[in-house]
């Protein structure tokens, strides 16, 4: 109950997985990227043809909960598949965030997240890190960037992992999927109360990063 957890939560491609990667490796705490686990269990799903509506709630919960899946260095396999692009594509977004709003469903994925709390520390990003899986959390930011950067940067991203993509497509599901996630009934994105709101569309990376490093310092 003791183990520190830092939590950055935002909006689809704010930032949030690099700010954590960078912040966890100057404190030397582990990841937790929770927005991969929507993506594989909504992978899963379409992999065993089951529909991704409340109707499957069970069936999917229980897919969720039983997920083959191992994580080796930066790729995830699923029963041994390499699905580490897969995952990514719109398609892999799109299953995700439907997936993601299915109760149960983030029920079965709870103790994984919980679980992955170690000493030193953790840094877990997501939609709900600050709100439900870890409300006690020491420090607690809610990142943000203009629709325009985090499609630019979503472009950026694909673009350099050989995918295929259009920025005005990108920004369209990536506002079509944050109005989805911030008005679902169960965990929507919003800022905890007592997270620290940090707008990086006009910072760099290392602005951002030194940011979270100092609240950090004042609040531990
Ligand atoms: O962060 P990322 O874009 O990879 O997340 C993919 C989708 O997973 C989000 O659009 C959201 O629907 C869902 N998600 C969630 N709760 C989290 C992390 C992600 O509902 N903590």
Known sequence: ADIPVICIDGPSASGKGT????????????????????????????????????????????????????????????????????????????????????????????????????????????????????PQAVLKVFLTASAEKRAERRYKQLISQGLAANITTLREELETRDARDASRSVAPLRPADDALMLDNSDMDIDTATLQVLSWWAQKH
Not at 53 to 64: F, H, P, R
Not at 72 to 78: E, H, I, W
């Open 19 to 134: 700010l954590a990667a960078r912040v966890a490796e100057r404190l030397g705490f582990a990841t937790l990227d929770s927005g991969a686990l929507y993506r594989i269990a909504g992978w899963a799903a379409q992999h065993h043809g089951l529909d991704i509506s409340t109707a499957n709630a069970t069936a999917l919960a229980q897919l969720a909960r039983t997920l083959p899946v191992a994580f080796v260095q930066d790729r995830v396999f699923y029963d041994g598949e390499d699905i580490t692009l897969a995952i990514r594509s719109s398609e892999g977004s799109r299953n995700a965030s439907l997936i993601s709003a299915i109760g149960p469903v983030r029920e079965a994925l709870l103790s994984f997240q919980r679980d992955s709390a170690r000493l030193p520390g953790l840094v877990a990003d997501g939609r709900d890190m600050g709100t439900v899986v870890f």
